[in-house]
């Protein structure tokens, strides 16, 4: 099976630097909206036979042109929606974005133990996200698309994904309509094929401006990680 896990495009609270994870949360920008655009074009070369969104609007809204192309539905899942806020939902400062980042990456180093403040910690999380990716390896079909959310995507990766980590996931961002390929013969050990920290329509589509914390590098990694439009292995 092979994944294609690809991030939202961009919303106001991205542009805003808010930890909004409410259901059904914020539409698309402008800039969004050319981000979904671009999408199927950049995946023609891809035989996709399934197009997946969460339960959040941005992520369904950035589906819509693929899906449409390909004449097939969008079919919502739950399990795929981004790592809740709790607590911390809406700030914008430093402090809270960092708690969650961090915490959100040591689930995917193995510490399952943390929770973020008022919400889940990692074995909620991943029973959930496990559970949307085995409804979708359930359908049989080859190569899906999956639109989700940064940080899910970034810690169910490189939890799940022979040869990264979390310290990988806390030095390669994933802006908004990044994404993360990979792929498995048995929907339980994956490999990661491509991870696309930019747009997958181009880097014209990058906003540099913006402060969105889920495409967020920590700190220590900040200072020591380049950050490439994408990385192969």
Known sequence: MRLLLIRHGQTPANVLGRLDTHKPGPRLTALGAQQAAAVPAALEAERIEGVFAS????TQLTAEPLAERLGLEVTVLDGLKEIEAGDLEDLTDAVSVEKYLSTALAWADGDLAPRIPG???????FARFDAGVADIAATGVATVAVFTHGMA??????????????????????????MVVLESTDAASWSMIE??????GGQSLRDATDVD????????ARRNAERPSSERV
């Open 213 to 220: 914390p889920f495409a967020e590098t920590l700190p220590d």
């Open 119 to 125: 919400g889940h910690d990692g074995h909620e999380f």
């Open 153 to 178: 995507i970034r810690c169910w990766a490189a939890a799940r994904c022979a040869g990264i980590d979390g310290t990988f996931a806390a030095r390669n961002q994933l802006g908004n309509t990044g």
């Open 195 to 200: 991870w696309h920290t930019a747009p997958i």
């Open 55 to 58: 339960t959040l609007i941005r």
